[in-house]
């Protein structure tokens, strides 16, 4: 039930914070979800929806180091 | 598709599995929070490819299973009335109440729709003036602000037609309960990770204290659920409790504020009773009275229905993680996702749903 997909915004609609609109692609599929709980969300960012709601940023810094040092890891393990 | 993808990459799933292996001396059991979660750690067989010595329990984070059997009642009865549009998210509708569930009530007339957010339903609201469009609220912090923000817009649209049959619950005194309970064996948390998107993680911070355990709050890729069991493993073998966070993409400690806000002003947090589990302290978010004129148990008089839950079902020892699907004589035989006999059959993020759907073979 907790199901979030993640996918792009690439349009925003509405001014007043709670009534903002995006349209968000989700690798091809694009639906319009609500914004009201990002109001710092701009176009091109990276969000995850549920049940219609943008609810959370993905924060691409953070996405990128946790696989950084994964892969560190990984290139670590072959030297040894 | 990108922030997926990755996260289910083979080589880094093999390589966390290592690093898992090479740190596990002695037994631990952790329970996965969110049942999906448990969906991912089942559909991937994650729990096959862990150590012998790991074993993982499928805890209560599935709303459509702990939605005690007279809320599905409720609805029935509500969605029965002459003139009722009565809207669900999809997987409440196959729920058994006492006798029928939603489905069937829908081929005998009932005007009775699958909805993909809260919001959808309100739309109809707007569309049917004539008629009373009724949406079941059921969700854990993750669902409940789109709930929210739904009965705020009705309100400020003074939307009479418009109301909801809500059934919320929260995550942390679910844990607390299983953590207080005698029979208790969980020793480390992978928490759920889109109900921390919301509300954060600092309401962790004292469950970790008080019973020493510690809790990562994890994401839902392979990827994910292995690293998370990993920090926890780390924590457990070093003598350590501390929340942790492995989902640092989506989740902060404050969580999302906004969300949040609204939440409090339109609900009310009150004791709750869960399937399979019973009644849990402060578990439970209701419908506050300043939005009481949208609160479809009172508009429909429904809040006296009570129901007792079926004995044959053990769902509540698998919720505690005291037994394990295949363990029930009733699983796969007279409980079934067609027929389910209780909570964790119903949804397919349920524990027995999923391996049943997944390891039949069992």
Known sequence: ?80 | MKFVDEYRAPLLAKQLLKNIDAITSQPWTIMEVCGGQTHSIIKHGIDQLLPDKINLIHGPGCPVCVTPLEYIDKALAIAQQPNVIFCSFGDMLRVPASHQDLLSIKAQGADIRTVYSPLDALKLAQENPNKEVVFFGVGFETTAPTVALTLYQAKQQNLKNFSVLACHVRVPPVMQALLSAEDNSVQGFLGAGHVCTIMGYHEYLPLSEQYKIPIVITGFEPVDILQGLYLCIQQLESGQHSVENQYTRLVTQQGNQPAQQLLQQVFTTVDQKWRGLGEIAQSGLAISNEYADWNAEQRFAVSDINTQEPENCRSGSILKGLSKPHDCPEFGKNCTPDHPLGATMVSSEGACAAYYHYRAHV
Not at chain 1, 8 to 30: M, N, P, Y
Not at chain 1, 56 to 64: G, P, V
């Open chain 1, 1 to 80: 039930m907790c199901l979030a997909v993640p996918g792009k915004i690439i349009e925003i609609k509405g001014e007043e914070s709670l009534a903002r609109v995006a349209t968000i692609d989700f690798s091809g599929i694009q639906k319009e979800v609500s914004l009201a709980y990002l109001p710092e969300a701009v176009i091109h960012d990276y969000v995850v929806v549920h049940a219609g709601f943008a609810i959370a940023l993905i924060d691409q810094e953070e996405a990128a180091e946790t696989l950084k040092a994964f892969q560190q890891l990984e290139e670590f393990e072959e030297k040894l």
